[in-house]
C-alpha cells in the first residue's frame, strides 16, 4: 500500500475499490463516527470563571435598571438582565427557571409592545426564543426544539403556524419587515441552531438534506459552522469524498482560527479512515502544529478547544505521550483562563491516557475537587463520563441564591409590565 497517505488521495475516485474501507464507505455510520460530533467552530464559552462571579455580575447590572427614577425603563438593560440570567440558570442546569425567565421576557416585551404601539420593540423576544430552543435541545426534546424554529422560519412567514408560537410568528414577520439588520440575525441563529439539533440527535441525513437547499455563500460564522455541520454529517454517514469537498468552501476564509479548524477536521478524516496508514512524519508535523497553539502570550478558548480535539485525533493514532504532553498543555492552559469546563475537559482526557497509578491518581484527586466545588452542571456531565463514582460526591451549592435571583427577576417582570 502506498505510503504517506494523504486524505486528498483517499478520496480520488476510484480509490475506494482498490483499498477496501477508504474513499465513500457508507457503511461506517453503522460501526463508529468518523468526525467527534462536537461543532468546534462553534465554541465560545461565555461562562467559564465560577458561576458566583457571573451571579455578583448580574446582581451589579439589575441595580442600574431603576437606578434613575422618572427617567423611564430602559428597554436594552432589561432584555441583557433576563439574558444573562437565563443563562446562569441554563449553566448550573436548572432548566426550570430559565424557561420561566425566558418566557416572562417575552410577555415583557410582547405587553410593551402592544400597549405602545411599538412593534420594534417586539426584536427583543427573539434572544429569549432561541434560549427556548437551547434548553429543548440540552433536554433532548428535539420535537420542541424544532417546531419553535420552525416557528422563526421566516422563509414560510406567509404560513402562520397554528399553535402557541402563532403570535411570535406573526409578531417577528413585522419587525424583519421593518429591521433586516434584526431579520438577518435571527435567520443566522436560526441556521445555528438547527445544525446543534440535528447533530445533537445525530440526524445526519437531516443536515445533509438541509443545508445544500440554502444558498452558501461568504464566510460569516453562520455559514462556517453550517460547513462543519455538513461535512460531519457527510462524514458520519460515509460521505468521504463529499465531506471533504466541503473543505473547499472555507479555503478563501481570512480566519485562520477557522482555517485551524478544519485542518484539524482534515487530519481527524485521515486517521479515522486510514487508520496505521497514517506516516510517522505526518502525525509528529500534525502535534507540532498542534503545540504551537501555547506559545503565544494569551492563549484562547478556542485555541485551548483545538488542542484538546487534537489530543484526542493523536491519541487514537496510538501516539500515547504526544497526546499526554498536549492534554496537560491543554489543563494548564485552562487553569490560567479559570475554565473549568475546559479544565474538565482536559481531566477527562489525561484519565484516559495515563496509565501510572500516581499520576491517575493525582489526576483524580483533581477531578472529585473540582466535581465538589463546581456549580457548572456541563463540568459533572464531563466528568462523570469517565469517572462515575463522582456521582456518589455530594456537591456544594448555593441553592438559595439562585432560588433568590428567579424570585427577583419574575417580581420585577411583573411590575415592569405595568408601566
Known sequence: MQKNLTVRHLAQPGKSDQYPGHGDISYISHNKQLLNNVLLTARNQSFSKPVNYYVNELKTLMKTLFARPGAGICHDRVAEVYDRAVMVFIAIGNYRYAREICYSLIQIFLGWGKKSENNSLLKYVFQPWINLIRIDRLEGNFHAAHNKINALNMAEASILIMDDNQLLTRALCHVIRQDTETGQTISASIAIERVRAYLDAHHYHEIIHYIPSRAIVGVSKHQIIQQEGLMIALANTGKVSDALNVLGNVRSC??????????????????????????????????????????????????????????????????????????????????????????????????????????????????????????????????????????????????????????????????????
Open 254 to 419: 481570512p480566519d485562520r482560527g477557522v482555517m485551524r479548524i478544519f485542518h484539524l477536521r482534515e487530519f481527524e478524516l485521515l486517521t479515522t479512515v486510514a487508520g496505521k496508514d497514517v506516516s510517522h512524519k505526518e502525525i509528529i508535523n500534525f502535534f507540532k502544529m498542534a503545540l504551537n497553539l501555547f506559545n503565544a502570550n494569551h492563549v484562547s478558548v478556542k485555541d485551548i478547544s483545538s488542542g484538546l480535539h487534537a489530543a484526542s485525533i493523536i491519541k487514537h493514532t496510538g501516539y500515547t505521550e504526544h497526546a499526554i504532553k498536549l492534554a496537560y498543555e491543554c489543563l494548564a492552559a485552562a487553569e490560567r483562563n479559570s475554565d473549568e469546563i475546559l479544565k474538565a475537559e482536559s481531566l477527562v482526557l489525561l484519565y484516559e491516557l495515563v496509565i501510572e497509578a500516581e499520576g491517575k491518581a493525582i489526576i483524580e484527586d483533581i477531578m472529585i475537587d473540582l466535581y465538589f466545588h463546581t456549580q457548572y452542571a456541563q463540568v459533572r456531565r464531563v466528568l462523570l463520563r469517565s469517572f462515575a463514582d463522582l456521582g456518589y460526591v455530594e456537591t456544594r451549592e448555593d441553592v438559595d441564591e439562585f432560588d433568590a435571583l428567579y424570585e427577583y427577576l419574575l417580581v420585577v417582570s411583573n411590575n415592569v409590565s405595568i408601566v
